[in-house]
C-alpha cells in the first residue's frame, strides 16, 4: 500500500473546518475571559482561579474522561459537546449584557468550557484514525493540517479578535464564541458514523480507566511519547512565567516587542506542524522526535543567553518550531498503535501528565526567578528538556516505532476484527527490545 500518496478523505477536510473554526472562536475567548475578569478585578488572585478553572477538568477527569468516550460514540460526543459549550455561553453573555457578571460565573464558565474541552479533544483523537484507517503516513498529514490550523487560528487570528470584539461589548465576543462552537457542532455532525470499539465486559468505570492508564506506563515506546509533554511542560511553563520579565528586564523590550516574540514562536509552530511529515519520512519518527526534543532544548539554552531582542525572536522560532513538529508525530504515532478500544484512556492519560505538571513548572519558574535571576529558570529548562531528551531517547527509538507499527498493522485491512489483537502485543514487543 503507498500510503504516502493516498489522498485524505472527504470527511476530514470537515472535520478539518470544524475545528479550525472551533479554534477561531478558542482564540477568541482566551483573550476575552482575562480581559472580562479583569473589568470586574484586579485581585491577581482571583484573576488566576478564572485562568486556573479552565484546567482543573484534566486534572480531575482526565483518565475517568477518556474511559466515558471509549464507551460513548466518538461523533456524538464531539459534536453534542459543541453543542452544549454553545449554549453555555449564552449564560455569561447574558448576564455581560444585563451587568450581572461576576468572578464566579466566569469562574464556573472556564471549568465547564475545560470539561466539554476535555471530552471533545479526546473523542477527536479517538475518532481520526478510525477515520483515516489507522494510516500512520495519513495520520501525520491530518494533524499537521489540524495542528497548523489551531495554531493559526488560537494562536494569530482569535486573541486580537477576542479583543477588538470586547470593545464592541461585553457580550459580543462571548456570542462570537458559541457562534463557533455551533458550527462547529454542525460540521462534525455530519461526519460519517463510525462503529463503537467493542466494550470491555463486567468491568466498572474505574476498571477501565485504570486499565487505559496502565496500558500508557506498561509500554516504553507509549510512555516515552508521555513524558515529553510532560517533562516539557514543566519546562516550557519555567519559562513562561518569567519570560516576560525576561524580555522586559534583559532585552530592553516593552508590550509590543513582547507580542513580536510570541508571533516569532507561533510562527515556528507553524513552521514545524508543515514539515513533521517529511522530517518523520527522512530520519524515521523515533530518530525525529529525538531531534525534536534536542532542538527544543538548545532553543532555549539560546533564549538564555540571547544578547538582543533579535536573537532571542530566533531562539524561540526555533524552539516553536520543534515543539510544532513533536505535536504532529508525537500524537500521530500514537494514534497509529493504540488499539481502538483504548484510544480514548490513552490520549486522555498523556493529556493528564502533561497538565499536571504545567503548575509544577510555572512554580518552578518563579522559585528560581526569585531565589536566583530571572536568567535561571531558562537555562534550568533547557538543561530538563535536554535530560528529558536524552532518558527517552532509548525508549522512542526508529526500531521500537517500527515494532510498534507492524504489530499494530490489520492483517486484512483497517476494518479486519483481528487488527486490535496484535496492536495488543505492541507492549511487551516494546520491553523485550
Known sequence: ????????????????????????GDGVSHAALPLLALTLTRDPMALAVVTAAGTLPWLIFGVLGGALVDRWDRRRTMWVMDAARAALLAIPAAAAALDAL?????????????????????????YLPDLLGRDPALLERANSRLRGAQTAMSG?????????????GRAVP??????????SALLVRSLPAMPRPVPE???????QARAGASYVFRDRLLLGLALRPAVGNIAFLAVETVLALFAHDRLGIGTYGFGLLLTAEATGGLLGAAIASRLGRRLGTGT?????????????????????????????AVCGAGMGATM??????????VPARLMGRVASTSRMLAMCAAPVGAFLGGWLATAYDVRTPLYAAAVLLLSMTAVTASMTTNR??????????????????????????????????
Request: proline share 8%; net charge negative.
Open 328 to 337: 504532529v508525530l508525537g500524537p500521530s504515532l500514537r494514534q497509529a498503535i
Open 156 to 168: 494569530f487570528a482569535g486573541p486580537p479578535a477576542g479583543s477588538a470584539l470586547l470593545a464592541l
Open 174 to 183: 462571548l456570542l462570537a464564541d458559541a457562534v463557533s462552537f455551533l458550527l
Open 201 to 207: 465486559s463486567r468491568e466498572s468505570l474505574l476498571q
Open 1 to 24: 500500500m503507498t500510503s504516502a500518496v493516498r489522498k485524505l478523505p472527504t470527511g476530514f477536510g470537515r472535520l478539518w473546518t470544524a475545528q479550525t473554526v472551533s479554534s477561531f
Open 400 to 433: 521500537r516505532v517500527e515494532a510498534a507499527l507492524r504489530a499494530a498493522a490489520p492483517a486484512g485491512g483497517p476494518d479486519h476484527p483481528a487488527s486490535e489483537e496484535p496492536a495488543r502485543e505492541s507492549a511487551p514487543a516494546g520491553r523485550d527490545e
Open 102 to 126: 461576576s468572578i464566579p460565573l466566569l469562574a464556573a464558565v472556564a471549568f465547564l468550557l475545560g470539561l466539554g474541552g476535555l471530552f471533545f479533544d479526546t473523542a477527536a483523537t479517538a
Open 288 to 316: 525525529a522526535l529525538t531531534c525534536t526534543a534536542a532542538v527544543e532544548g538548545l532553543a532555549i539554552a539560546g533564549l538564555a543567553a540571547a544578547p538582543n531582542p533579535y536573537v532571542a525572536g530566533l531562539a524561540l
